[in-house]
């Protein structure tokens, strides 16, 4: 029974942590959308990513980043958040 509190241990770390992947976030279905739209507008590459798409919240962030990312091409490349912009 000494192995009994690390085993508790284990467990207890094991459990906090889980296993596998967290599903991906709105955030980053909008990065992945942003880059795919904007990348494929301007014809500067094809983009590959692996994404989510059994996760509500990342398909949105996804299909608004697609369409940031297409009027941002269309645009000029600049985002209307885009750094550059606030600073010249």
């Known amino acids: 029974m000494r192995f009994a509190p690390l085993?508790?241990?284990?467990?207890?770390?094991?459990?906090?942590?889980?296993?596998?992947?967290?599903?991906?976030?709105?955030?980053?279905?909008?990065?992945?959308?942003?880059?795919?739209?904007y990348n494929t507008t301007c014809q500067v590459r094809g983009t590959y990513l692996n994404g989510d798409w059994d996760s509500g919240?990342?398909?949105?962030?996804?299909?608004?980043?697609?369409?940031?990312?297409?009027?941002?091409?269309?645009?000029?490349g600049r985002d209307p958040g885009d750094y550059r912009r606030r600073w010249r």
């Open 7 to 37: 085993l508790v241990g284990v467990v207890a770390i094991t459990s906090l942590t889980g296993f596998g992947t967290t599903p991906k976030t709105f955030n980053q279905g909008y990065s992945d959308g942003y880059a795919v739209g």
């Open 57 to 76: 919240p990342y398909r949105k962030g996804y299909r608004n980043g697609l369409r940031a990312g297409v009027r941002a091409c269309l645009r000029g």
